[in-house]
């Protein structure tokens, strides 16, 4: 198995990810990716978009949206599987519990008249970030997956296995 890492991947973001690859003995190299940012090349249909978290996923199909729906169209377009892998916690296992999220920017705390209050704000619901990711899945082809952060490197293998 020969993995290719997106070379707009950070060092220090991926480490744990590399140490894994090491560890079972998975070659790999870094170079610029057409999309995603994990293709092995036994197996160049399936690719894997890293998100470190539920924000960042949020922010993905919020603020960049368009940036976003782009790199879905162009895995389409090029015919291939794209999983992006949200490391997120182990109360985060499937595209349906996002359901449940808390947004960490849905409520702020804020001082009126001397005390601190918290306000609700304008940012997604998890229910809503749930809706946006299931159409998505169903226009685009791709799969939403989750993991903790420690497993990240593995589950990375698995997938691009075809496990």
């Known amino acids: 198995m020969m993995i290719q890492i997106d070379s707009r991947e950070k ?8 140490e894994e690859f090491d560890r079972q003995k998975v070659k790999h190299f870094v170079s610029k990716l057409y999309v995603g940012d994990y293709i092995n090349y036994d197996n160049p249909r399936v690719i894997v978009d890293r998100k470190q978290n539920l924000t960042e996923l949020c922010g993905n199909v919020c603020q960049q949206h368009e940036r976003f729906r782009e790199e879905l169209r ?9 999983f992006i892998l949200c490391e997120h916690s182990k109360e985060i296992q499937s595209l349906e ?4 999220w808390r947004n960490p ?18 940012a997604l619901t998890g229910e809503k970030l749930y809706k946006i990711l299931s159409t998505m ?13 420690k497993e990240t490197g593995k589950r990375i293998i698995e ?5």
């Open 137 to 149: 899945k169903e226009k685009y082809g791709c799969e939403f997956l989750f993991c903790e952060k």
């Open 159 to 163: 997938i691009l296995k075809g496990e």
């Open 105 to 122: 920017r849905r409520y702020k705390k804020v001082k009126e008249n001397g005390r601190w209050i918290t306000k609700e704000t304008k």
């Open 74 to 82: 162009k895995a389409q377009e090029a015919e291939v599987k794209l």
């Open 97 to 100: 519990d996002v359901i449940w």
């Open 11 to 18: 060092e220090r973001a991926i480490k744990k990810i590399v």
